[in-house]
């Protein structure tokens, strides 16, 4: 019955920053499909699912904070090279909560964007 997940949206306060960051220091590729719309956001392709951005002022989902909570609510992705990807956010000076050993069967490293969603990558 179900394909998979095809989207996951976010709200953000500063497109251009968020763009800076999803597209400059994580290196996701900005889909160009995005739809006209009458608000500002845009959408990354990552895999087979996507990532919308949204700024939306009246939106109830920001956290508050930036703090690192791996319990709060946050999406994952799989990433082929985790060392990679740790190299790559200590090249930008992106906090990081490293969990390589869990009770998990893998290794998980958690990040906020500048609007405080969290994102868990492992591998």
Not at 39 to 50: E, K, N, R, S
Not at 58 to 75: A, M
Not at 86 to 104: A, G, S
């Amino acid at each position: 019955m179900y394909e998979g997940i095809h989207h996951v949206s976010l709200l953000v306060t500063d497109i251009e920053k968020s763009k800076h960051f999803y597209g400059e220091i994580l290196g996701f590729e900005e889909s160009h499909h995005r739809p006209d719309f009458d608000f500002p956001g845009a959408w990354y392709q990552i895999g087979q699912t996507q990532l919308h951005l949204i700024v939306h002022p009246e939106g109830k989902i920001l956290r508050g904070t930036r703090l690192i909570d791996s319990r709060d609510g946050h999406f994952a992705i799989r990433v082929k090279n985790i060392k990679q990807f740790i190299k790559r956010m200590e090249k930008n000076e992106v906090e990081i909560l490293n969990k390589p050993n869990n009770k998990t069967d893998w290794h998980q490293v958690f990040i906020s964007d500048p609007d405080g969603n969290l994102i868990e990558f492992n591998c």
